[in-house]
């Protein structure tokens, strides 16, 4: 028993020894390097004076112009095109009549039901006239299917028809396109890492190269109900829309999009270049007399380059903007190193 206590004894005396000799002789750099950064005159090139400011978190994209409304056009009845009533670009109004095929054999049709109609209303009974009244507008429907005519106000996009061209209804073949030119937006796929903070009716700024010096107010309007995968890049579509519609905008034009997805107003900012992380706590180095403090303090959301301080700093305080070395050695030889991120 005495044998096991004597070697408890030597092994404590021996970790005891190992841990002292570390201190003094094997670190003594860090410890001199932590006492020179904190006896290091702080320079004013290298501080700022906190102020409260306005922050943004936005999810940066690009994507492509698109019109909110727009429709293929094509006849519901087969025949030849007689006539052509319209260019592309045109502005055209709702109801107007955009072409026409021949429609001599829908004409005749018609007249016959028309003068069938009167006759059984002289003459036939309630079930003849109601027969012939059908056929009538059977009739009609299909004289008004020789007409194409603009379902909405805006401005034919394309024509891909010529007039004395045969069109077929079981074709199925486009004869122009008619897009909305009142209001447009953009169609943008959005990172599956950022998809989580996306909300309808979110803002954004728009961009455009082709409009130079102008920003544009838009807002998100849908949020794909499923992701795509592009050569293994997961992303979700996301729409929105263009709110100020300047004179000259096309479809296709491409554009940047910031979708601000958080705002805060009136709070502490500071660099995200001020900020480290040692030993699980987050810290600044305040400006005090001229010499560096590390503060213990609380951050909120970043945008990547400023971030919120919630607690541990006031307006006017003066903090060491790039904390650099205090973030690769510190107070103590924990785990240490730039913060890179905020809270949400």
Known sequence: MRKKIIIGVIVVLVLGLGFFSWNKFINPKATSTNKKLLQRKVNSNMIMTLKKGNLEKIISINGIVKPIQSQELYFKTNGTINSINIEEGAQVKKGQILMKIDDDQQRLNYLKAKANYEKAVI???????????????????????????????????????????????????????LIDNSSYQVEVSVDESESQQ????????ITMEALPNQELRGKVIDIGANATNTSGVITL?????????????????????????????????????????????????????????????????????????????????KIVINTYKFANTGENQGPRGMIRGGGR
């Open 198 to 205: 996306l909300e309808l009716g979110q803002p954004a700024r």
């Open 237 to 317: 579509p996301v729409t929105v829309s263009i709110i100020n519609k300047p004179q000259f905008i096309k479809p296709g034009f491409s554009a940047d999009v910031e979708i601000i997805v958080k705002q805060v107003k009136n709070k502490l900012l500071v660099p995200i270049t001020a900020i480290y992380n040692q030993e699980g706590q987050t810290k600044a180095v305040k400006a005090v007399n001229g010499k560096p403090k590390p503060i213990k303090v609380k951050t909120g959301i970043s945008n990547g380059k400023k971030i919120i301080i919630k607690e541990g700093l006031q307006a006017g305080d």
């Open 123 to 177: 003459n036939g009974t309630p079930s003849e006239i109601k027969k012939a009244r059908l056929n009538l507008e059977i009739a009609k429907d299909k004289l008004e299917e020789t007409k194409l005519k603009a379902p909405f106000t805006g401005i034919i996009n394309k024509i891909n028809i010529e007039e004395g061209s045969y069109t077929a209804q079981n074709q199925g073949k486009t004869v122009a396109k």
